[in-house]
C-alpha cells in the first residue's frame, strides 16, 4: 500500500513542478514582452507619443511659464543692480 501512495505522491509532486515550471516560464516571457513595449514607449518623442497633451503644455509654457519667469528675473536682476549701486 505504501509503494501506491508512494507512486501517487510522486505523481502529483511532479505534475506540480511542471505546472510551476510552466507558470515561471509564462511569466519569464510575458516580462520580457512588456519591458519591449516600455522600451518602445521611451523611445518615442512627447510630440508622438501623445500631441494633444504635448501642444497643450508647449502652448502653456508659452505663454504664461516663460512671460511670469520673465517677470521674476527682470526683478532679481533690477534688485541686484540696484544693491550694486547702492
Do not use: H
Not at 512588456?34 to 508659452?62: C, D, F, K
Request: glycine share 8%; proline share 3%.
Amino acid at each position: 500500500m505504501d509503494w501506491l501512495l508512494g507512486g501517487l505522491w510522486e505523481s502529483i509532486k511532479q505534475g506540480l513542478i511542471e505546472a510551476i515550471m510552466a507558470n515561471f516560464a509564462n511569466m519569464y516571457d510575458t516580462i520580457n514582452a512588456e519591458t519591449g513595449n516600455i522600451a518602445v514607449n521611451v523611445g518615442q518623442t512627447p510630440s508622438s507619443w501623445n500631441p494633444g497633451v504635448y501642444s497643450m503644455v508647449r502652448t502653456l509654457s508659452e505663454t504664461a511659464v516663460i512671460p511670469i519667469a520673465g517677470m521674476i528675473l527682470t526683478f532679481v536682476l533690477c534688485y541686484e543692480l540696484i544693491q550694486l549701486i547702492i
